[in-house]
């Protein structure tokens, strides 16, 4: 027998997939605006940045950027043509190919960032009660927890 949701969980449901519409299109609008930048595109430049080195493999940046290989390959070849990345082999095999942020691209980032920040804060946390942020953030864990008990899907120190 189904167990169909109750009117509290069906309410509950069709705002997040309200918000995680609503909330993409909003920064998307941000980025565009300000530097004509999708928010994909934003997460690359943003995950290069937060490397040591302003590199990463292909494969770690596509988990990292949530990204289909084949998708951060387009998303590179655009960011490429800008100016902001690159590509290279990587040197400690030679097989794999890494994706490296430009001296312009960083800058890119650096100045993007303060108004993507804002975005974020406007759309997710301006609205709601410290109480409400904490309530969240902890839901938000317990879903994740279900969904890769095992961590393997889990970039810990990613950011956006």
């Known amino acids: 027998m189904t167990r169909w949701l109750d009117d509290q969980q069906q309410q509950t449901w069709r705002a997040w997939l309200t918000v995680a519409e609503l909330v ?32 990463r493999r292909m494969s770690d940046l596509a988990r990292r950027a949530n990204q289909s290989q084949s998708r951060l390959s387009h998303t590179v070849a655009r960011l490429e043509e800008r100016g902001w990345v690159r590509r290279e082999r990587s040197a400690e095999d030679g097989r794999g190919n890494l994706a490296v942020l430009t001296e312009t691209g960083w800058d890119v980032v650096r100045s993007v960032a303060p108004g993507h920040v804002d975005a974020v804060r406007q759309a997710m ?36």
């Not at 609008?29 to 934003?42: F, N, P, V």
């Open 125 to 160: 946390f301006d609205p709601l009660t410290d109480d409400q942020v904490k309530a969240l953030g902890q839901a938000l864990e317990a879903i994740v927890e279900r969904l890769d008990p095992d961590r393997s899907l889990r970039v810990e120190d990613q950011v956006r």
């Open 24 to 55: 993409p299109r909003a920064l998307d609008a941000q980025l565009q605006r300000d530097a004509g930048l999708s928010h994909a595109a934003y997460v690359v430049l943003a995950m290069l940045s937060e490397s040591p080195t302003r590199s």
